[in-house]
């Protein structure tokens, strides 16, 4: 199977997780990136059964729409039952490196709100130790070399992804050569550092659920 197979089955499988638990007034967390993609594509066919979804990206938003599925704001919703959502690395704690696509803060934000997150992701993103994938930093522009500098203090080979600016209007650091022992500690220790916005691990709220997808099947994992 190609890789866009197996996220799309990965997209199938967070369906049938859903589809049972959906209800007239449910609002949906969507996460950002090609898995998440997928699922909005599938999601369009039940768009009658459920009231509509909170997106963790512009990008996302407007290809809900373009389906038909009504986009709330966040603040107007409160709690999300599910968060569904794809990652750039994933441990066996269910811990991610996220941002690939630089939505990491909105995603978190989301991810923050709901009960459930549902990790969607094709087997080539589950790993032993997370840090191969260069961690993504969001930082205030102003702060941008300053939080670069703290970086190479921790250890990381801080990169700026040029020409990209987030939906916050911030900038992204990618922390290269950064293999991480501790995430839960270094999501912190990084977020305490003056001018990030946040990082793209999602440690101390991890995913509940991954469904991974691998050549003999989409493997359930809590
Ligand atoms: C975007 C993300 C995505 O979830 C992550 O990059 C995975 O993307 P894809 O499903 O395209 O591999 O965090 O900011």
Redesign the pocket.
Known sequence: MTQDEL?DAVAAAAIAEIEPRLERDTILGI??????NLFIDRLARLRDDFKGAVAS?EASAERLRRHGIEVFELNSVGTVPFYI????EVNAHLHMI???????TR?KIVAACAERFICI?DAS?RVERLGAFPLPVEVIPMARSYVARELVKLGADPVYREGVVTDNGNQIIDCFEFMIDDPVAMEARLNAIVGVVTN?LFAARGADVLLLGTEQGVERLT
């Open positions: 996220k996460g950002t990136g090609s898995t998440a990206s959502d794809g990652a750039d996220k941002g690939g696509g630089a939505a990491l995603e992701a993103k793209g």
